[in-house]
């Protein structure tokens, strides 16, 4: 061989290493969100249209909003998608977010079992179906978990005058919502439910819609990032790769054309204020 062509050949050498060395990746970031998020199969239709886009990895952590805060205030994770506007404005103004923005809305709505026991089929008024239920002793499960659907409903009774803890009609689960609609099929039972994870468990758990319509029922999401200044170690730069994301046109497109059996169960609105 000649002198040249064994020179040519320790030069090429390192280059063959670096060429198959895996690609980088970007960076990763801890996402907590609700499990109407998760369980409606919105996350599995966005975030690797993200990825993709950013090369950032996103671990979703699907909890109830109030869990999921909780999580942010203690730094172990970089970014929140929630439902809970009160409990977003405190955890903003507390100073353990930033970068708050509106994502997203649709809206809540009561379900149970298609023989309608309470008799609140076709209602437009949440409170007065609530106060018919109570007083027909009918089945209801509540999330019991502090997320943004558990808030709302225990909202309702208290605007009722209502303390439905401790009543045998009631029924304090302590689970996720596609957990509990899955229950609420079994019992029978009503539950309050967002529209997006019913639409995803409607098949599976045949139950029907009671009550729809009320604007006190309308469910907006949010998009906050920790703040770094509270929690230096977090992915903040990353993190707001997401907010940026989900709020730029691409993003909202996307949580527009995601459907389940041909309707559309989250409509964007960032900016429409």
């Given amino acids: 061989m000649s002198r040249r062509a064994q020179a040519l050949r320790r030069l090429a050498a390192p280059l063959l290493c670096i060429a198959l060395l895996p690609a980088a990746h970007g960076g990763e970031i801890k996402l907590a969100t609700t499990t109407s998020t998760e369980n ?7 975030l690797p249209r993200f990825e993709k886009t950013s090369g950032v990895t996103v671990k979703v952590i699907a909890v109830g ?17 929630v439902h809970a506007r009160k409990m977003e ?12 923005r ?33 007083a027909s002793g009918s089945k209801f499960i509540s999330r019991g978990d502090n997320s943004g659907t558990d808030v709302m409903e225990k909202d309702y009774w208290k605007q009722l005058g209502i303390e439905p803890k401790g009543q045998p009609w009631y029924v304090n689960a302590g689970l996720g919502m596609g957990e509990v609609l899955t229950m609420a099929a079994q019992m ?11 639409g995803a468990y409607r098949a599976k758990t045949g139950l029907m819609i009671a009550i729809e319509g009320d604007p006190k029922m309308f469910n907006p999401y949010g998009i906050i990032a920790v703040n770094p ?15 940026e994301w989900i709020t730029s046109r691409e993003g909202q497109e996307a949580i527009a054309g995601y459907k389940v059996e041909g309707e559309q169960l989250f409509f964007p609105n960032y900016g429409t204020k």
């Fill in 89 to 100: 404005d405190a955890f903003v103004a507390a100073g353990y977010g930033i970068n708050r």
């Fill in 102 to 134: 509106d994502v997203m809305y649709n809206d809540f709505i009561l379900v149970g079992p298609a023989s309608d026991p309470a008799g609140v089929k076709g209602g437009k008024d949440v409170l007065a179906g609530l106060r018919k239920l109570a």
């Fill in 65 to 81: 909003s109030g869990k999921a805060m909780k999580m942010g205030e203690m730094g172990d994770v970089d970014v929140l998608l």
């Fill in 40 to 46: 409606s199969g919105l996350l599995k239709h966005l």
């Fill in 188 to 198: 029978p039972a009503y539950t309050l439910s967002d529209r997006a994870t019913y």
């Fill in 229 to 243: 200044a509270r929690h230096p170690g977090i992915n903040y730069k990353d993190a707001m790769k997401l907010v």
